[in-house]
Nanobody, 123 residues
Framework: VQLQASGGGLVQAGGSLRLSCAAS????????MGWFRQAPGKEREFVAA????????YYIDSVKGRFTISRDTAKNTVYLQMNSLKPEDTAVYYC?????????????????WGQGTLVTVSS
């Protein structure tokens, strides 16, 4: 499975961006999907995830109510809608796929990773 993340850019605080993660290759299986981010000088952290099948979602507290993860199964694409962006959201955002239906917040349990897309939020 190959993942291609896109949609990053420069936005002012309070603005919105929508990230996309397109999957290609062996996508016929059931994959839980996640978004992670890594700010300069910091470790990669979990942001949001969505399970396969039921579409259950989970978010870190700092993005709840502002970010929404969704998936379009027909397009093999996962989205991260980010609203009310804050400067502390600035990071490289990565999408990841897990060859299981159940989501997880642990990066080590994801099997495939995209290349990352940079989100910069100015104050």
């Amino acid at each position: 499975v190959q993942l291609q993340a896109s949609g990053g850019g420069l936005v002012q605080a309070g603005g919105s961006l929508r990230l996309s993660c397109a999957a290609s290759g062996r996508t016929s299986g059931n994959y839980a999907m996640g978004w992670f981010r890594q700010a300069p000088g910091k470790e990669r952290e979990f942001v949001a995830a969505i399970s396969s099948g039921s579409g259950s979602t989970y978010y870190i507290d700092s993005v709840k109510g502002r970010f929404t993860i969704s998936r379009d199964t027909a397009k093999n694409t996962v989205y991260l809608q980010m609203n009310s962006l804050k400067p502390e959201d600035t990071a490289v955002y990565y999408c990841a796929a897990r060859a299981r239906m159940v989501l997880t917040t642990a990066p080590t349990l994801y099997d495939f990773w995209g290349q990352g897309t940079l989100v910069t939020v100015s104050s």
